[in-house]
């Protein structure tokens, strides 16, 4: 009877054991996976911020690009204003003067 007895003792210890190794063992994957997680996320977070900067800088590029387009078709046009404006001035300038003398 104390054969079976230390028998069972002792098969409830190794039970034991294994059970406690298995609970170490999930605790282990579990903090694996949370740093695995951890990782992950700022692996990708970096890569966002990387398209993010890229895609600023592009968006910056082309806002240059409209800008200097817009500034030269702007100064096209104030010059053919001026060109206008110096070529028929005496014109308008008579126009406006007989408009108001004979109102």
Known sequence: MDRILKDIVAADKEARKRVQEK??????????VEAKKAETKA????????????????FEVEKAQALKAAKQEFDKQAEALK??????????????????IHQ
């Open 23 to 32: 609970k170490t063992e999930c605790l282990n994957i579990q903090h694996l």
């Open 43 to 58: 692996k990708y977070e970096q890569e966002n911020l990387a398209l993010l900067e890229a895609k600023k800088q592009a």
């Open 83 to 100: 060109q206008t404006y110096k070529a028929h001035k005496d014109e308008w300038v008579q126009h406006i003067y007989e408009h108001c």
